[in-house]
């Protein structure tokens, strides 16, 4: 397809759009939930604008989805005061709730949320302009998280079943809730990253408020009944607003005991200052990225290129783990060039419903004006874009530009880009790469694409205490979600996985007796009579 017809053909009109993904009327949302309750809210909305637009008569106009709630400091403590009052300081029916009991009901949960399959998706696609595939994908994968956790904490809870005898010290140790959690994910993935904190915070007995990303917000309205019918009143509450009114005031209460936000360093930096006791906060937050992908002179190159292409630009490049700048050896420049363009031109320009689509209009507004500026800042300091069509744009769709040969002082450099402009750096020597890892901000993951063992061997010993994770001939990615996702620097605090998470959103209690008769008498007639939830040797099937 020339570049041309490409952008000329890419938005629909109303007529274009199969049946199957239409929308309907605007949806407008006043819902929130609070303390078991869907309420009104009579104030202000915040207008919901789709990435997509529609070709018209009168020229390209924007689709508007419908409005949420933009509450107030003062409705969003509401919703804090509940969550604090169904802890009720770990004395609250949750938190104290047999492991057991608490799992059925996160089950009761995914049996309603997978009723909402096709609605979720749906506005997956219209919200953030995720395709067909990654969007069902993404549902997909949220769900089996949760059974993953399920069955992790099922595990963890045998564990704990037992009793330990040490030094003459008899122990039953076990992980408990921290207390209420404030739970906010990113706009990229709206559901799966918000959902791998919220659901391990509440399966482990803690209360929460999650407010929705920025993006990606009125996707998660199918879901309020199911979050309200299948967990005791006050355990899970929904706010939506801006951050800075709503989310400030929470952490500036003090009230809030985990702090699990997906989002810039920045961000986060600014709201854990607001917290008037930070020893008494946790933190599991996921934030800024810019890995790299290392070319070695020595590649199989065709899998190095495909590999380089997905990691940049799926989703538009809009992944916190995509690879955001690639270096690559200049024996192999020119054929990894030409072989990348070749391949980037296959992919498919269009709407997220059509099949086979790879490059989807943006969501953040204003995206494609600022990928522009990094693009001309590169150009005066000497790069080109190098692929056909690069960088060429209409509304909120920005085709992905290569820009060669990049340099330090570019921004695009350091800056991280969270979009489809694809940095590529030529090196002769491999100090170049490892020092750019060694002083940059972040430190999430880095790619190694080479075949010669003795130099891929040597570069994983130089990263190994830089980033998170090593990608050695693959994409970096945060999957599978078994395996621990974090980061170094500025990029994460704390670590998730399935096992992880349970980790984070709890702290483990002991409770100990001296091992003689007396006291071995008084723990077998508390756990043969059921005299307590904690001092238990009930085994979970
Ligand atoms: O945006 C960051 C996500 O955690 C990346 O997940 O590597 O599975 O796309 P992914």
């Not at 008569?57 to 989805?65: A, F, H, M, W």
């Not at 089996?144 to 564990?159: C, S």
């Not at 209460?253 to 936000?261: H, R």
């Not at 490892?434 to 901000?441: F, G, K, T």
């Amino acid at each position: 397809m020339t570049t041309d017809t490409r952008l000329s053909n890419l938005f629909p009109t109303s007529a274009d759009i199969p049946e199957k993904y239409r929308l309907g009327e605007q949806i407008e949302q006043r819902e929130y939930l609070v303390d078991g309750s869907l309420h009104i809210w009579k104030g202000p909305l915040a207008v919901v604008r789709s990435p997509i637009y529609l070709t018209t008569e009168k020229g390209d106009e924007q689709v508007i989805l419908g409005s949420t709630p933009l509450l107030d400091a003062q409705t969003a403590l509401t919703a804090l005061d509940a969550a604090v009052r169904a802890y009720d300081n770990g004395q609250g029916l949750w938190p104290t709730m047999r492991v057991v009991e608490r799992i059925q009901h996160v089950e009761a949960f995914l049996t309603r949320m997978r009723e909402q399959r096709a609605a979720v998706v749906k506005l997956l696609m219209w919200e953030i302009g995720k395709n067909l595939k990654d969007s069902e994908k993404e549902f997909d994968r949220t769900c089996d998280y949760i059974v993953d956790t399920i069955n992790a904490l099922k595990e963890l809870d045998r564990r704990s079943s037992r009793f330990e005898l040490e030094q003459d010290t008899l122990g039953q140790i076990r992980r408990v809730p921290l207390g209420v959690s404030l739970c906010m994910g990113p706009y990229n993935y709206p559901l799966n990253e918000t959902f791998t904190t919220l659901i391990p915070a509440l399966i482990m007995g803690n209360t929460v408020v999650f407010k929705p990303a920025k993006l990606g917000v009125l996707l998660i309205r199918p879901l309020l009944e199911a979050f309200r019918d299948s967990f005791p009143a006050g355990v899970i509450n929904v706010i939506y607003g801006s951050g800075r009114e709503t989310v400030s005031a929470l952490m500036r209460s003090g009230n809030v005991d985990v702090f699990a936000f997906i989002g810039t360093n920045k961000g986060a930096s600014d709201l854990k200052k607001l917290h008037p006791k930070p020893h008494r906060l946790r933190a599991a937050l996921g934030l800024d990225a810019k890995n790299p992908g290392i070319i070695l002179p020595e590649v199989d190159l065709e899998n190095a290129v495909n590999e380089a292409i997905t990691g940049a630009l799926s989703f538009n490049g809009q992944r916190c783990t995509a690879l955001k700048v690639l270096f690559v050896h200049e024996q192999v420049i020119d054929s990894f060039l030409e072989k990348f363009n070749a391949k980037l031109a296959e992919l498919k320009s269009g709407m997220p419903w059509e099949p086979g689509v790879a490059l989807t209009p943006l969501p953040e507004q204003g995206k494609a004006e600022y990928l522009k500026t990094l693009v001309a800042d590169a150009i005066s300091k000497g790069a080109k874009v190098v692929n056909a069509g690069g960088g060429e744009s209409r509304e909120s769709f920005f085709y992905p530009a290569v820009l060669y040969p990049v340099t330090s002082e570019m921004r695009v450099y350091q800056e991280e880009q969270f979009g489809p402009v694809v940095p590529i750096v030529s090196y002769r020597d491999l100090k170049t790469v490892i020092d750019y890892v060694l002083e940059s901000d972040f430190g999430q993951q880095l790619s190694i694409f080479g075949t010669n063992s003795a130099q891929v061997g040597s570069l994983v010993d130089a990263f190994a205490n830089q980033v998170g994770r090593i990608n050695i001939n693959a994409q970096c990615q945060r999957g599978p979600d078994s395996f621990p996702f974090n980061g170094r620097k500025n990029s994460a605090e704390g670590t998730l996985s399935v096992h992880d998470a349970l980790r984070v959103f709890s702290i483990r209690t002991l409770v100990a007796t001296k091992f003689q008769e007396s006291n071995k008498a008084l723990i077998s007639d508390i756990i043969r009579n059921r005299e307590s939830s904690f001092l238990t040797t009930d085994y979970i099937f």
